[in-house]
Structure formats: structure tokens, C-alpha cells
């Protein structure tokens, strides 16, 4: 039963409940209209203390398309977090207004520690460079539609591995499925944090390389994975710049992936992938982005529990 449920951490669904998600998903993608009135009479919430476009515009056309209404901010000194409210006051009072909430926080746990004071269902919509469980929610909708499967893949995962939090999640949930292999593609400052190395791959006995160059592995790869280098999450603006390009996803790399690698990307980029790439028929990014919406609709649905 998801009713009435948090979403935290990828790991907090069982296979099973995310195959429900990704089902009603499907449905939605299928006969939008069926579900314009799914949501009416309920509100939904959005705390968003870091910037953002994608993750709030697809929450928010979400409930908007499931009939729904939204509230929230998306700029914290825009609310009472400016006089120096904490995440918890602010959810106990949130939940006397709305029906779900989502919330986006610099600080690593802020969602977590919301849950834990909310009998409405709080959805981390990121949290510091920790998780980000929605973001992978698309991708895994993305792959399972595109590629078939979400087993016997190799992905690679290139860039800002260390800040990088959809990087994270997206490992964790694709280390439940058989059979996939990991390729780390970072700078050496950059690499994944040791949490993931060894919680989740080694504990696991799942295959993994780390790797500096996107030119040794790239034919190798089913899925490539690029992120953008995490300027926020840095100390000084110098290592930022020092790293910030070091790959650039380009059409003369494209030449020497397969035919059926797919590339993602959770956006905003930057300068990792050249816009000629966008011309070719393996680039997912935007439609990433439109699944985004759609499992955002089947999650909300799933944890109001409305029919
Ligand atoms: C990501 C995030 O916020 O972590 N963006 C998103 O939600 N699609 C990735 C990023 O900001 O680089």
C-alpha cells in the first residue's frame, strides 16, 4: 500500500510498489484525459528552499493535470524559513493547509526530518547532494520505456559523481535489478562518495570500474548518464572552474557508442552535452523530462491513494 506513505530514499519502495508507479504511470501516458479529475478537491505543496525548474514545474503540472491545486514557495526567503522557522514547524503547519507535500532542501535530511513530524506524505525533491528519488523515478521510467528493461544493462555515469545526488539514487535503484554493471566516469575529485562504493556496490558484489576518460568506455556503454559539475556544492570557485568542463559529450564521441546507447542527462545542463548531440536520435534528455511529469502523476495519485 503506498496511501498515506513518505518517499525519502529510492530504496523506500519495494520493486513491487515501483512497478505499481510505473504502471499507473503507463495508464496515465496512454489516456491523459481519464485522469484530469483523479485529483479533484485535494492540494498538493511545494516547499522549494534551492532553485529549480524541471522537478517543480512537473510536480506542479502534475496535481494540475490530475485535477488538483498547488500552494508553496519556491524561494525561501519568501517564507517564514527567513525568520528562521524550522522544517519542522514549517511541515506541521503546512499539513493543516495541504494533502501531499514536496520538498527541495540544501541540507542533506531536511525531507527526512519533515517525514518524521508529517501525517501527510512528504516527497524529497532533493536533498544537498544527497538523493534525489523522483529524478530516478524518471530515469527508471525512461529506461524501462526505452530500452525494455531495467536489467543486463551497462551504464555509464559521467561527471559530478561526488555532489551529484541523482547520481546516487539512480545507483541505488539500479542495483536492485539483475545484472547491471557500472561505469564511473569522473575526474578524480569527483568520484563517488564511499557510502555508494561500498553500502551499495561492493556489499552487493556489483560490477563497477572508475574511470577518468569518457573515450576508453564510451562503446562499452548501454546507457550514458551525464551530469552537470555541482557549482553550489563546492567550497571554492576555483576547483569549479578547473573541473567544471571536463566532458563534453560531443557528436565525434557519439560516433564510438552504440547504435542503441541512450543518453540521459537529469538537466539543467551546462556545457557537457553540445547541442549537436540534441539532433541525434539516441539523445532521451527532453523526453526524460516529459516521463518526469507523467511518474510525478502516478506517485501522487499512488500516495493520496485516490482512484
Ligand atoms: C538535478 C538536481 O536538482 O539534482 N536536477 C533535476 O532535478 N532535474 C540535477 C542538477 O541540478 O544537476
Redesign the pocket.
Known sequence: MLKGRHLIDPMDFTLEELNEVFNLADQIIACPEEFAHTCEGKILATLFY?P????RFSFEAAMLRLGGKVLGFSEPNSSSAAKGESVADTIRTVACYADIAVM?HPKEGAPKVASMYSDMPVIN??DGGHQ?PT?TL?DLLTIKTVKKSLSNQTIGLCG?LKF???VHSLIKALSRYENNKFVLISPNELKIPDYIRREILQKNNIEFVEVERMEEVIDKLDILYM??V?RERFFNEEDYIRLKDSYILDGEKMKLAKDDMIVLH???RVNEISYEVDLDPRACYFRQ?KY?MFVRMALIAKLLGVK
Not at 529549480?52 to 522537478?55: G, I
Open positions: 534551492e529549480s525548474t524541471r522537478t527541495r525533491a532533493g534525489h529524478q524518471t559530478d551529484g545526488r541523482t551530469t552537470r555541482q537529469p538537466l539543467p523530462a518526469g
